[in-house]
């Protein structure tokens, strides 16, 4: 079976979309972690982490209040995920979710861990560390059945963005509602590949491993911290070797304290600042890179095909469509992980505005993470406006973007053109734009694009982000 983007003659690479390009037949080995979520300040990612946090406050609601019933028909109701083709299964894509034996035993194992009955727990992500048989497959099970409502919107997003037909009353599976923390479902609209519906996963929220490890908690931090203990008491444990030197080796305590996610959650009830430490020093795993997903990808070949297909595409309104399109996912290819989500013809001001390309700001460092952080931009979004003129782009053009920048949205924005008669009466203009407090514009053409395209080809991404910085010092000084 081919992958999505074929099935659906999408005519793209895994590097021009923003979500993951599986195969429907097999399971992509990646997770969705609970913890990143947490890590991440875009809306859909809040939208993510609050959906998980209501719904485990739910489950230890139960626990603490004895409602067995509540608890057991919570995890119920979490299914097999098929939907993403993502997790660990062999052959075609069967979730493991959580039956209705599973979800009694997963409950029995929640309700009675000393994690639980201690408030150790205290978000998702800890069962890694504390709940026997909670590993990362079923962690990343339970997540997507928790944020499934925000990934049919995800997916219903892309589809309109890649036109990708959507198949009418479709079962959406059970959604968590947290506002009235419980479970619901409906029928919405989702792609169907020959007979199963999918969910599209964003590339930029999957990790190869979860970033909670139950084993490096164990070796990292409690055996390192019970070395320094036994050290410090003069214990029996401790070794004195030839040159003085005093020792605790990791293999004598494991033989006192073999490992087990019950004796991590005794020592952890005991010892609180070792979870703390662990999680103050904790690094969330890095997203998966477009490399990663197609080991024969070429980036330099890659490049240097857009700046063809940049070159044969015509000027003017016939052409305007395929303009558009291939700036969606060259601009993908580009900017990606920095600039994720994109929404074509995003609507604003209840719909009475649209925005060809709407970015939402995943900048972790870099030109997109200093104007995000700083007031004057406030870059959370970045806005794209594309057009195909035989004529140069003018105030009109210049104004109709500033008009989509807001104290929410942001205030930047990129106006992409094919060529500009004079590039420094137009960078004037976007000067007066920027110095009237209007908003940031950016203005790129083909020869900008190509310049972007030719330093990714020759190995060189970062002086795309220097180029950024010089354009935008163009507009304040």
């Not at 990646?30 to 489950?59: G, H, K, M, R």
């Not at 005794?266 to 890179?289: C, S």
């Not at 399109?325 to 994109?342: N, T």
Request: charged residues 25%.
């Amino acid at each position: 079976m081919p992958k999505v983007s074929s099935f659906f003659g999408l005519n793209r690479a895994q590097t021009q979309l923003d979500f993951v390009d599986v195969n429907t037949d097999d399971d992509l080995p990646l997770f969705l972690d609970p913890y990143a979520f947490t890590q991440s300040n875009d809306a859909w990612s809040i939208q993510c982490n609050e959906a998980i946090l209501s719904f485990f406050e739910a489950v230890l609601e139960a626990i603490r209040r004895g409602d067995n019933i509540r608890g057991r028909s919570l995890l119920n109701n979490l299914g097999e995920p098929n939907e993403t083709c993502l997790g660990v299964s062999i052959g075609r894509p069967a979730g493991r979710g959580v039956g209705r034996q599973q979800a009694d035993q997963l409950f029995e194992k929640i309700e009675n861990s000393r994690a639980a009955q201690s408030g150790l727990l205290s978000e998702l992500a800890d069962c890694e560390l504390f709940i026997p048989f909670f590993g990362p497959d079923k962690i990343s099970d339970v997540t997507t059945n928790i944020i499934r409502r925000q990934l049919i919107d995800y997916t219903i997003a892309q589809c309109d963005l890649h036109r990708i037909p959507l198949d009418d009353d479709v079962a959406s599976g059970m959604l968590w509602d947290s506002a009235a923390s419980r479970w619901t479902n409906r029928y919405v609209k989702l792609p169907i590949v020959n007979g199963q519906k999918i969910l599209l996963v964003p590339k930029a929220s999957v990790r190869w491993n979860l970033a909670f490890s139950h084993s490096d908690y164990y070796n990292q931090f409690v055996l390192e911290f019970l070395q320094a203990e036994h050290l410090r008491q003069d214990s029996a444990l401790v070794e004195t070797l030839r040159n003085g030197r005093r020792r605790v080796t990791k293999k004598s305590l494991k033989e006192i304290h073999p490992l087990s996610k019950d004796f991590l959650a005794a020592f952890t009830d005991q010892n609180p600042e070792v979870l703390a430490r662990y999680k103050r020093l904790l690094q969330t795993p890095e997203g998966v890179r477009d490399q990663d997903l197609d080991e024969e990808f070429n980036e330099a070949a890659f490049a240097q095909s857009l700046i063809d297909q940049l070159s044969a595409i015509d000027v003017g309104n016939a052409s305007a469509t395929r303009f558009h399109y291939f700036m969606v996912g060259a601009l993908e290819f580009i900017f990606y992980p920095h600039l994720i989500y994109p929404v074509r013809e995003d609507e604003i001001n209840e719909g009475r505005k649209r925005i060809d390309i709407t970015y939402t700001n995943n900048a972790h460092q870099g030109f997109f993470f200093r104007r995000r952080s700083e007031q004057r931009a406030n870059a959370g979004k970045i806005m794209v406006e594309c057009k195909n003129y035989q004529k140069e782009m003018a105030n009109p053009e210049l104004d109709q973007l500033a008009g989509r920048f807001s104290d929410i949205r942001g205030r930047l924005g990129f106006l992409i053109g094919r060529s500009f008669d004079n590039r420094d009466r137009f960078i004037a203009r976007c000067r007066d734009t920027a110095q009237a407090n209007n908003g940031f514009i950016i203005a790129l053409v083909d020869q900008d694009i190509i310049q972007f395209l030719e330093v990714i080809r020759d190995r060189n991404r970062p002086q795309i982000d220097r180029e950024l910085e010089r354009r935008f010092g163009e507009l304040i000084n």
